[in-house]
């Protein structure tokens, strides 16, 4: 079965980087797309970045767009989300996603259309 698991979390002050890491591990993931989401205490899970495996076709939150970097290594089968000028409002527990359905742009980018999910990893920044 489809196993996701996350790295990479850590305590940074703003301004600063972070790199996480998903290995994926089960499938084969030519197919499917992959995300990260993030949920902040007392808020909803949000969607921050999405990458297909076969094509490498990436798509950002506007809150992230310029800062965060999505990429993939599809022989390791490893997703990573490179966090750059980091602010406090990052602050959230980052989950690593993947689907094998058809979406869109919009669809893809909302969490109901995930299946598998990894555990997470908390990532806080520090003003």
Request: charged share 15%.
């Amino acid at each position: 079965q489809v196993q996701l698991v996350e790295s990479g979390g850590g305590l940074v002050q703003a301004g600063g980087s972070l790199r996480l890491s998903c290995a994926a591990s089960g499938s084969t993931f030519s197919s499917y797309v992959m995300g990260w989401f993030r949920q902040a205490p007392g808020k909803e899970r949000e969607f921050v970045a999405h990458i297909s495996w076969g094509l490498g076709s990436t798509y950002y939150a506007d809150s992230v767009k310029g800062r965060f970097t999505i990429s993939r290594d599809n022989a390791k089968n490893t997703v990573y989300l490179q966090m750059n000028s980091l602010k406090p409002e990052d602050t959230a527990v980052y989950y690593c996603a993947a689907t094998n359905r058809w979406g869109t742009i919009a669809t893809i980018s909302q969490q109901y259309h995930y299946n598998y999910w990894g555990q997470g990893t908390q990532v806080t920044v520090s003003s």
